[in-house]
């Protein structure tokens, strides 16, 4: 596997809370993706960050790369429960067209 | 636009049946992925295609499964005397061009959840 020795993880957080989660992968990229599944949805591109930025964000979604230690990172400020979703890193190679993802995190959102 | 549209969403089959799912890509995008989606295994490539012509199915199962795209609008995936093993959500996606591939964004279909009895 591309990846560390993650399962599938799963997060429970209050509404309002921030929140971090962790990928961490093993062959050369220059670009992490992040996305996110909805249940009965696939999953959908939510924020992307290349290796010459070392910090991303879009609203609130902040995602963070060190290519040094192969590791990536996805943080929602002040969560809402409309979060609740799996979400996945995954990562390209170089000149290869498909992606392979990560294990993911369940990510639960109580009001 | 209406997204990569998949179908049919649900498909039950008994088990040595033929299983046929169907992919419908965002018109205009070039490149048409499928994937394989369980609990135990995740999100698995499969294979994917590039203005039709078949670039990479390292993931294909050898025996059984095969993959198809006839035109620009629709890709098929074929599985053969299915087995238990084969129950999965099967995702197609596209993407709109294949330049900086390693930054291609993928459009997902909402699946076919294939269930064999």
């Known amino acids: 596997s591309q990846w560390g020795e993650e399962n599938l993880q799963a997060l429970s957080i209050q509404e309002g809370e921030d929140v971090t989660m962790n990928c961490s992968y093993k062959?050369?990229?220059?670009?992490v993706h992040w996305y996110r599944q909805d249940s009965g949805r696939g999953p959908a591109l939510i924020i992307l960050i290349r290796s010459n930025e070392r910090e991303k964000r879009s609203g609130r979604l902040r995602a963070t790369l060190d290519t040094s230690s192969q590791s990536s990172s996805l943080s929602i400020t002040a969560a809402q429960c409309e979060d609740t979703a799996v979400y996945f890193c995954?990562?390209?190679?170089?000149?290869?067209?498909?992606?392979?993802f990560g294990d993911g995190t369940v990510l639960t959102v109580k009001p | 636009n209406a997204g990569v549209i998949q179908t049919p969403r649900h498909k039950v089959t008994g088990k040595g049946q033929e299983a046929t799912l169907w992919c419908e890509p965002i018109s205009g995008h070039s490149a048409v992925f499928w994937y394989r989606q369980t609990i135990v295994q995740g999100l698995e490539f499969l294979t994917y295609?590039?203005?039709?012509?078949?670039?990479?199915d390292s993931g294909m199962p050898k025996e059984r499964f095969s993959a198809q795209m006839p035109n620009q609008s629709h890709s098929t995936l074929k599985i053969q005397s299915t087995q238990p093993q084969d129950s999965a959500v099967y995702l197609c996606?596209?993407?709109?061009?294949?330049?900086?591939?390693?930054?291609?964004?993928?459009?997902f279909g909402s699946g076919t959840r294939l269930t064999v009895l």
């Open positions: 995954a990562t390209g190679g170089t000149n290869t067209g498909k992606l392979t």
């Open positions: 996606a596209s993407s709109p061009r294949t330049g900086g591939l390693s930054a291609e964004t993928l459009y």
């Open positions: 295609f590039r203005n039709q012509a078949p670039i990479d």
């Open positions: 062959t050369y990229t220059t670009v």
